[in-house]
């Protein structure tokens, strides 16, 4: 009697020990969100990114069609050290940030301004790089600056903080879904300047210099981070690693140094 009491015991304990192992090793896989490193089985997770590939140099189709570009490599390095598949998602900028709400993308990757108003949505990684808002007039404009904008028409991208800037300042917009088409407004006069981030405003300005030109006053200085959701704190550090690894040893300057100047 007292044996078979010993072995009930013994059987007792075993089950126990399998399940709790069996427990264990689920919520291990259902933390959701974060993501380092390749599956049991060998398959490497995905993190996907979202864009919105009309901005150059961070993210603009190339020649041959693929998504390139300075986030583009940033997140092509990043997703290799975590040991994941990069997967780009191309959409309206002002989709983006709701889809890092609703868990569509792990991570917005597209020139995005950290601010307050959305930083109460979202996470940030720590910043990568500091832009300005510019403005981009006919060469032959009357707009000297930010005090000869009332009443003037502003071409802007939905979404983007040119566009929040041109509405605190109650300025007469149009806004679209593409910076490059803000540019377009201008050029057919649809529009008497263009509000947008310093880097591509250039880059478009240069392709038609004998028509437009960018005003020297800056409007506001902005840094650009990684939008994550807020529920997802483990990706969120592994950017912030990586970001810093890439800081030290350079290969943010490189990726940096490769588009700014081409
Ligand atoms: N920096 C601006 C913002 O965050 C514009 C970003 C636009 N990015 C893009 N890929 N079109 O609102």
């Known amino acids: 009697m ?28 259902s933390e959701g969100g974060s993501a380092s490193g390749a599956t049991p089985s060998g398959i490497q997770k995905k993190l996907v990114i979202g864009t919105c590939a009309e901005f150059p140099p961070f993210e603009f189709f190339g020649a041959d069609g693929s998504v390139q570009g300075i986030d583009i490599d940033l997140m092509s390095a990043i997703a290799k050290k975590l040991n994941m598949e990069l997967v780009i998602e191309n959409m309206d900028f002002n989709q983006i940030i709701g889809k890092v709400v609703d868990g569509t993308l792990d991570v917005g990757a597209a020139g995005i301004t950290v601010n307050e108003e959305r930083m109460k949505i979202v996470d940030f990684s720590t910043g990568y790089y500091s832009g300005c808002q510019v403005m981009i007039v006919p060469n032959h404009s009357e707009i000297k600056g930010k005090d000869d904008l009332r009443g003037k028409v502003v071409s ?3 979404g983007a903080t040119g566009e929040s800037l041109a509405k605190e300042l109650q300025l007469d917009i149009v806004s679209f879904p593409r910076a490059s088409d803000a540019v377009l407004a201008v050029l057919h006069n649809n529009a008497d300047v263009a509000i947008m981030d310093d880097e591509p405003a250039k880059r478009f300005q240069t392709k038609n210099s004998i028509r437009i030109k960018i005003l020297p006053e ?7 981070g990684l939008a994550v959701n807020k529920k997802n704190a483990r990706l969120l550090d592994d950017l912030n690693r990586c ?5 030290k040893n350079g290969e943010l300057d490189a990726i940096f140094g490769k588009w700014m100047h081409n």
Not at 243 to 247: A, G, H, I, Q, R
């Open 243 to 247: 970001l810093d690894e890439m800081t």
């Open 218 to 224: 800056k409007l506001t200085v902005e840094v650009y």
């Open 156 to 158: 802007v991208q939905s």
């Open 2 to 29: 007292k044996h078979s009491f010993s072995i009930l015991l013994l059987v007792i304990l075993g089950v126990t020990c399998v399940f709790l192992t069996s427990c264990k090793k689920k919520s291990a896989g």
